[in-house]
Every structure is written in C-alpha cells, then in structure tokens.
C-alpha cells in the first residue's frame, strides 16, 4: 500500500506509516491491527521537508507536484533556514494548481488585453484555499537524538495539524515518541481517519543479520471522537474500534531467517559504478518470519469485533469493565529472485517477490484442522474452510528500464473462492518509476501512482531494497 519496500518487515505485514499527499508531511498512520502493533517501530524515515530540500538542491527540482482525488494537482516548495549545526527551521507551501485552473475557467470575467487578465488572475490566486502551509523544525540534540515539531495549516475550513515526534537510538534499539493532533489514519478499506489527540511510544530492536530474534514494545493512547477525513472509495462508515478512545500496550516477539538458495559470483564491470549497491547481485533467496503478539487495551478501544467464522487468537474481556486481552500467532514467507546486477546501461535488472502473510495464527491452524478432518472423513471441504487457509499474498515487479531508471509494480493478491467467475484479482496494485541516485551508493527517487486511491506522489527513499 504505497510503501514500495521488499524488506520483510516493510511490506505491509507490520502496521508501517504510509505514504501519503493528503497531508504536508506526506504522511498516514495506519489503523492499528488487532495485535499486530508495530505502526512505529520501522526506524526513521527521511523527512517530507528534508525529502524537498534534497530535490530542490541537488535534482533541479524547484517545484515537486503530487495529487489527490479530493484535492487535485498540486506543486510545494520549500524553504529551509539552517540557525545553527543543529537546528534547521523549514517553511513548505503548497500551492493547488488544479483549484485554481477550474476557479478560472468557471469564472465568467472576460478579460480583455494583458492587463485585464493579471488581474483577474491576482484576484483568483487571493482564494484561501488554493493554499496549504506548514512550518517544522527539527533539532539535533546529539549523536543519537532527534527532535521534530512540525505545524501544518491548510484553509480555513480545516483544523492545523500539530506534530511532535523525539527519536532515540540505542545501539541495538530504536526509541519512538510521537504525539499528533490531529492524526490521520487509514484503514483497508481506503478511509481516512481524524483522531482529536494520538500519543504513541515504541521501542525496537535492531538487527541486520540473516538469522535473528527481534521483539516490539509499544503503548498508544487516543482521545477524542474520530471523524471520517475522506472517504474516497465510499467504503463502510463504521469508525475502527482501535481508533476509539482508550489505550493500548502492545508487545510482538519473533524470529527471522533468511537462506540465499543460490547466489552468482560473475565478475561485475570494472569501470562501470553500480546504480545500487543493494541490487548488485543476481540470487534466488527465501526468507520466513514467524512469532507472536499480543495487546491488552484499555477503554472505548477494548471493543473488539469478532472474525465471522472464529475469533482471531485468544479473546478475553472482563464483564463490567472497559478492557480486552488479545493474543495471536503470525508468520510470513518471502521468495526473492533478481537478474542482473543493475550496472549495465539497460535491462540488467529484473527483479520478483512473492510475500505469503498469515496474520491470524489461531484461525489458520483452526481452519486446517477442520479442513484435515473433513479430508479423513471423506467429506468434500467446504469453500469456507478452504478459504480461510489461504495466505494474504503479494506481489513485486521490478525492471530496468534505462540507465537508473527501472519500472516497479507492488500489487496484493485477492483469492475469493466464492466468486467463480473471477476468483484472483489484484488488491490495490502500486505502480512507480524510480531513479537510482548512483552517488549516493543506495537511494532512488520514486514517483509512484496507486490507481485505486487516485493518488500520485514523488518522493526519497535511502537504503530500501
């Protein structure tokens, strides 16, 4: 869902923040999934602003566009006031160039000679609502601190959205602190969410390594009554019981493994420099997670709806009091194979990855056991068990194109068994061109495009394979 990651941890089973043009920062929270919890615990990202000042300075980029169905076309700038080493103030204007379009062509001034018509365009650009703006500043308290406050006013019929976020990093762990009001969240259905204040702290282990162990710890707390931002896709109203007021600790453990299958060791071209330093290599590789979660909620928060066809985990929810425990096992396996080693001037890089999640432990091995007796007891299995087995699955395409310019397709994977005459159907499919940034050893900018949401954004991504 518009995140363009291959990580495992990046690819839409942890409860990322997702990228966004309804907001300044370019940013959306997920809605937190019932116990996956993590929708912190992903390290730091590159900043919307630092993100426009790195286009303005180095990609001869002054204005960089980026649309919304509900807003239209619309270009930002940046302006960045660096007071110390330690201390950059940044001031981001957008400007929507498709409001102002539709606001002169439906205007019935007729103006005529040169003059005539910069007036008429003066009196046209003085509309409030043409206009967002938003003020930030981020603070370097130390080698290991970061501070970020962050104000975004849009048009006087919206309420400014305030943001402050403090960042830790031990040496194995990552600290999160995040306090927004009001904060935007998205569900799977594609709606957006406004909840009044959202505070949220999440510690992370750390690692890089093939073969390891990794928990998450985490506490969110809301309050306020949420209200539908926009419903785009004129999905279900109904507000997500994990937005309502109350909150929340949550805790995942699991375990990662990763086995390359088969690696090639031909020798690269001497006096060509590699577009990036992560896709440098053809292999087949197979990758696997599984663990557990569990959340215990306090509050408006602790009513959790029921799977149809079972509970997802083990429920427990005391009588008379506004609290639920939840707990679930998940697992999730990867397959990535790429050709070529992206250095050559065109087509030496093809790139696939097929993710299966299971979210929901509990349901599975509920779903298989009945499956595996019906099977015994030579009775034909229903469509329901069957379909309750199946994985969420995945789908990435990546090809090189010319140059640093490859072509990328992120798509989920929808099995309905109940629907014969089109059973699989792609999920939300992401389509995104990317340029390499070779200087840097492994950064790209993306322009992406997600049909379904109607929404287009340009954007920086360091060291993401």
């Excluded at 566009?65 to 007071?83: D, E, N």
């Excluded at 330690?86 to 539709?102: A, I, Y």
């Excluded at 639920?324 to 194979?337: C, E, H, I």
């Amino acid at each position: 869902m518009r995140k363009l990651r291959w990580v495992m941890d990046g690819g839409g089973f942890w409860d990322l923040d997702i990228s966004t043009p309804q907001t300044l920062d370019g940013l959306a929270c997920a809605v937190p999934g019932d116990p996956l919890p993590l929708g912190l615990s992903r390290g730091t990202r590159l900043s919307r602003p630092r993100q426009l000042q790195f286009m303005h300075r180095f990609m001869n980029a002054p204005l960089v566009p980026s649309y919304a169905k509900t807003r239209g076309l619309s270009l930002q700038r940046l302006i960045s006031l660096p007071f110390s080493d330690n201390w950059v103030l940044f001031l981001l204007g957008q400007f929507n160039l498709q409001r102002f379009v539709s606001s002169v062509k439906g205007s019935e001034e007729k103006p005529k000679g040169v003059s005539s018509w910069l007036k008429t365009f003066g009196r046209h650009l003085q509309q409030k609502s043409l206009y967002a703006l938003g003020f930030s500043s981020e603070f370097q308290l130390g080698e290991d601190d970061t501070l970020l406050f962050g104000l975004d006013g849009y048009d006087d019929t919206e309420k400014p959205r305030g943001k402050v976020v403090f960042h830790h990093k031990f040496p194995d762990h990552d600290l999160r602190v995040e306090a927004v009001s009001p904060g935007l969240f998205v569900d799977n259905t594609g709606n957006y969410w406004d909840v009044p204040f959202s505070t949220a702290v999440d510690l992370a282990s750390v690692t890089t390594s093939d073969s390891s162990t990794a928990y998450h710890l985490s506490a969110h707390y809301t309050s306020g009554s949420p209200k539908q931002f926009e419903n785009v896709l004129n999905h279900n109203d109904s507000v997500p019981p994990t937005l309502l007021p109350g909150l929340a600790f949550k805790s995942a453990f699991s375990y990662r493994k990763k086995v390359d299958i088969w690696r090639s060791e031909a020798p690269k071209l001497k006096l060509e420099q590699l577009y990036d330093v992560f896709l440098s290599n053809s292999h087949v590789s197979a990758s696997g997670i599984i663990g557990a979660a569990a959340t215990a909620a306090f509050g408006d928060n602790s009513a959790r709806a029921r799977i149809e066809d079972g509970s997802p985990g083990y429920f427990l929810q005391v009588s008379g009091v506004k609290s639920s425990f939840l707990a679930d096992m998940f697992a999730s396996v990867s397959f990535t194979a790429q050709y070529g080693n992206f250095q050559r001037p065109s087509l030496d890089l093809t790139r696939f990855q097929a993710r299966m999640d299971f979210p929901s432990g509990f349901k599975f091995l509920s779903a298989a056991t009945g499956l595996t007796q019906d099977l015994l007891n030579s009775q034909k299995p229903s469509l329901e068990a069957v379909q309750a087995i199946l994985p969420n699955a995945t789908l990435s395409l990546q090809q090189q194109i010319v140059g640093p310019v490859s072509f990328r397709v992120d798509s989920g994977i929808t099995v309905d068994l109940k629907n014969p005459d089109l059973p699989i159907r792609a999920q939300e499919p992401v389509f995104a061109l990317e340029y390499a940034l070779q200087v840097l050893g492994s950064a790209k900018a993306v322009a992406w495009y997600c049909p379904k949401r109607q929404e287009f954004m340009a954007e920086l991504r360091f060291f993401e394979t």
